[in-house]
């Protein structure tokens, strides 16, 4: 017989979500708004959340991978679900940018390495077998919000790399030119992301259970083009910074403006799901794809405003800070909440087994 401390542990690691990176993605983003509001002890206390829960989610990916390889396959041919790897990259390189603003910048550095590394394979191997090894019907009929996380990841490079504004040496440089890369390749991502949830939504009708908080991702992903974007127009000027600095910055607002034209359309649309086609609201871990927007947003509009001398968009991004902490401790609480009923579920399972065995015995 499995003891039941080890097969608790290999069922959890077994059915552990291939996106819990976004638990880190939301904590970290949200911790960078506190260091920006001087709210140091609220800020270290979600790093120190984000780091633990980064260092568990590596440890437990790992060995779903090599135990349990069939289960990790089928997820990467999953179009719904194989997306959400990206959200190991991005919460990599947020985790990154938030220990560099303590000045951890060895650590940033091996981070953005790794973070770069995962984004490279992730960027080929997620939708080489999402698209071609999906033999269930075309692969548009599942396109969903999770796709935009693809464009997370890319800007997210971008972001710490830009974080460390570097002196224009040879290893700055290098920093500069992985920066606009990946803003770059980011930007098209968006662009072809969008294109395809659209024609997804347009050629298949979308229910209420579809329209889940992982389309929220698709103003995190203009939320991290504009940060991204105000990082590399900080930069040490080299050459080809200096070429592109005009167009990165006008881009920039223009994808903070759609970003914020999408927020009252999200809201509708849980309104829509949850108040019209009463979809039950509970915890679950796509709750974190509703955080990390409302926090990467606020981050951006406040360095949007710095890097622009915007007051507006510095009180705006004060405000959404705010908000995001808010939602933040709610999805924490409903978090714990949830794993508290599940494990009293679990403990509670073998006693109510012997009963059911005890009742069936012959008298």
């Not at 002890?41 to 120190?48: E, P, R």
């Not at 396959?73 to 679900?81: I, K, Q, R, S």
């Not at 710490?160 to 504004?165: M, N, P, R, T, V």
């Amino acid at each position: 017989m499995t003891p039941v401390g080890v097969g608790g542990i290999g069922s959890s690691v077994r059915t552990l979500a291939p996106g819990g990176f976004a638990l880190v993605m939301a904590t970290g983003i949200v911790s960078i708004a506190m260091h920006a509001h001087h709210q140091y002890l609220i800020s270290n206390l979600l790093l120190g959340i984000a780091a633990i829960a980064y260092v568990l989610l590596l440890i437990g990916n790992v060995a779903r991978i090599l135990l349990f390889r069939s289960d990790f396959h089928t997820d990467l041919a999953d179009p719904e679900v194989s997306f959400t790897m990206f959200t190991f990259v991005a919460g990599t390189n947020v985790l990154g940018s938030r220990l560099l603003l303590d000045g951890h910048r060895t650590v940033a550095l091996w981070l953005l390495a790794m973070g770069l590394v995962a984004w490279l394979v992730l960027g080929y191997l997620v939708p080489w077998s999402a698209v071609l090894d999906h033999p269930e019907g075309p692969a548009l009929e599942h396109v969903n919000g999770t796709w935009f996380l693809w464009v997370v990841a890319s800007q997210s490079v971008a972001v710490l790399a830009a974080g460390f504004k570097p002196v224009p040496d040879a290893g700055g440089r290098a920093l500069v030119l992985i920066a606009l890369l990946c803003w770059s390749v980011g930007v098209f991502l968006y662009a072809a992301s969008g294109i395809l949830v659209g024609a997804r939504m347009l050629i298949y009708p979308v229910s209420a259970k579809e329209l889940s908080p992982p389309y929220w991702i698709a103003m995190g992903a203009t939320a991290i083009t504009v940060l991204a974007g105000a990082g590399i127009v900080q930069m040490a000027d080299t050459p080809l910074l200096a070429a592109t600095r005009g167009l990165i910055a006008g881009v920039a607002v223009i994808f903070f403006g759609f970003g914020t034209w999408l927020i009252p359309a999200l809201v509708a649309a849980g309104i829509w799901r949850h108040l019209i086609r009463r979809m039950p609201m509970g915890y679950s871990p796509a709750l974190w794809s509703v955080v990390f927007p409302l926090g990467m947003y606020g981050v951006a509009g406040y360095e949007l405003g710095v890097a622009d001398r915007l007051p507006a968009l510095i009180v705006l991004g004060d405000i959404e800070g705010w908000i995001a902490l808010a939602a933040w401790t709610l999805t924490f609480v409903a978090m714990i909440w949830h794993w508290g009923s599940v494990l009293c579920a679990r403990k509670s399972a073998p006693t109510a087994d012997f009963r059911a065995h005890v009742s069936q015995e012959p008298r």
